[in-house]
């Protein structure tokens, strides 16, 4: 099977954000605030090819033939802690949309994904399911959460990062080939700590201003 593509985001808004989020000198304030915002601009990319059906409706002037999204309503998924940090501003674009929670943490000296808690629909085989964490280094905690959802029966996933490094992108196609990523960057290398370079740090210390 052939990879699914990988969609680098470069609109300028998406584009300036990241560069106020990589700034050190940023608040945890801002740090969350602009998340939130390249969330909301983020969805609209990656919901840009959604199949849609024609339903009808009266406008105040007459009755009409419109388009609406079809299928069940979305399920959000966001890998804990960080991913939390798309969910307000996906939100608010799609106030319907289910939210599973995957709990993962990277283990300091394997750097591999392990399980603390998962909650999901039941009915993931219905919907299309974007799972959400703001960095894909080594790939592990995402090629985890997405084997979690697929156990669950999740067949139409997507996945949605800020960062992204190549081996992350590379481990996460060769697990998952059929997942599709969306990213606003892929940055140079990993370092010997698993992070990515230049980055931006720990997106979920830099969020909650933990250490």
């Not at 960080?82 to 799609?94: H, I, R, Y």
């Not at 283990?107 to 960095?135: C, G, H, I, Q, W």
């Not at 790939?139 to 979690?148: D, K, V």
Request: aromatic share 6%; hydrophobic share 45%.
């Amino acid at each position: 099977m052939a990879n699914a593509a990988v969609r680098v985001v470069d609109h300028p808004l998406v584009q300036h954000k990241l560069t106020l989020l990589r700034d050190r000198a940023r608040s945890t304030k801002g740090f969350r605030q602009i998340l939130n915002e390249i969330g909301m601009l983020l969805a609209y990319e990656v919901t840009r090819d959604l199949p849609l059906e024609t339903v009808a409706i009266e406008t105040p002037i007459q009755a009409m033939q419109a388009p609406q999204i079809a299928g069940k309503k979305l399920v959000l998924a966001p890998i804990l802690r960080a991913g939390t940090g798309f969910l307000d501003g996906m939100l608010s674009l799609m106030p319907s949309a289910r939210v599973a929670h995957i709990g993962l943490y990277r283990d300091p000296e394997s750097l591999e994904a392990v399980e603390y808690y998962f909650k999901a629909p039941s009915d993931l085989a219905d919907r299309t399911v974007l799972v959400l964490d703001p960095m894909l280094a080594t790939g592990n905690s995402a090629a985890a959460a997405i084997n979690l959802l697929k156990a669950r029966g999740a067949q139409d996933l997507r996945f949605v990062c800020l960062l992204a490094a190549p081996e992350g992108v590379a481990h996460l196609q060769a697990s998952h080939p059929d997942v599709p990523i969306w990213t606003a960057s892929i940055d140079s290398h990993l370092n010997d700590h698993g992070y990515i370079v230049p980055g931006l740090g720990d997106a979920g210390d830099r969020m909650y201003g933990t250490r």
